[in-house]
């Protein structure tokens, strides 16, 4: 039987790109590479970079490629693949419209299984992929919770996302010093948790009266 669906290292999340024109400018919804994975063939093929724009998929020896916008579960599925094949990866770093896809490259990889390069089958994936650790850690930065970005979420919607039935958790996803991501898993709670109880959990070496927007900081610097 085929083994686990196997990635090439790349981690991406939705993002905006305001195109210029001579006359006007265009926002796009894109898929932008948040995370080029150590030690993986993304990170090997020294190509890519964080912030380049993710524009089509397709597999080695196909013609037709795949848009992928900023449709992240649907860029997973086509980037990752049997271990040995080969997937080809179209990026663009311009800002202009009429450069956006002529300057375009494209970069061809070999997926490989985690084992040999760690990470490189967690892209896209749910948080859920990374290994899971018991706690958020001192040097560790949330990344996402219940697979939504937390970078400026309000803090209602944070406090929604931890309320639930009782049995059931949240995935926290965490990226450590190392740029591999792992997971923490809470239990909700079905009328949820006070905001300082949630930063006491997300950030537990900082002081309880730290301030309320500290997501994407590090949480081994107190404040």
């Known amino acids: 039987p085929p083994g686990p ?61 795949t848009l992928v916008h900023n449709r992240l579960d649907e860029a997973k599925g086509l980037i990752t693949g049997p271990a040995g094949t080969e997937v080809v990866l179209r990026f663009t770093r311009e800002e202009a419209m009429n450069k956006y896809a002529q300057n375009s490259f494209e970069v061809m990889l070999v997926r490989e299984p985690p084992s040999r390069s760690p990470g490189a089958a967690a892209e896209l994936g749910p948080a859920s992929a990374g290994r ?59 009328k949820g948790y006070l905001p300082g109880e949630i930063h006491q959990m997300l950030y537990p070496s900082l002081h309880p009266q730290a301030k309320k927007d500290l997501f994407g900081l590090d949480a081994s610097r107190p404040k």
Not at 33 to 61: F, N, W
Not at 153 to 163: G, H, S, T, V
């Open 132 to 190: 899971v650790q018991a706690r958020v850690e001192g040097g560790d930065t949330i990344v996402s919770v219940d697979r939504v970005r937390v970078e400026g979420m309000p803090e209602a919607r944070l406090q929604a996302l931890f309320c639930g039935p009782e049995g059931s958790t949240v995935d926290v996803e965490v990226r450590k010093k190392s740029g591999y991501t792992a997971t923490v898993l809470f239990p909700r709670k079905p």
């Open 5 to 65: 669906p196997c990635g090439v290292g790349l981690g991406l999340c939705a993002s905006t790109r305001t195109l210029y024109g001579s006359f006007r400018s265009h926002v796009r919804h894109v898929a932008e590479v948040d995370a080029v994975l150590e030690g993986t063939p993304a990170h090997r093929c020294g190509m890519i970079q964080k912030g380049d724009v993710l524009i089509s998929v397709r597999e080695a020896g196909a013609k037709v490629a």
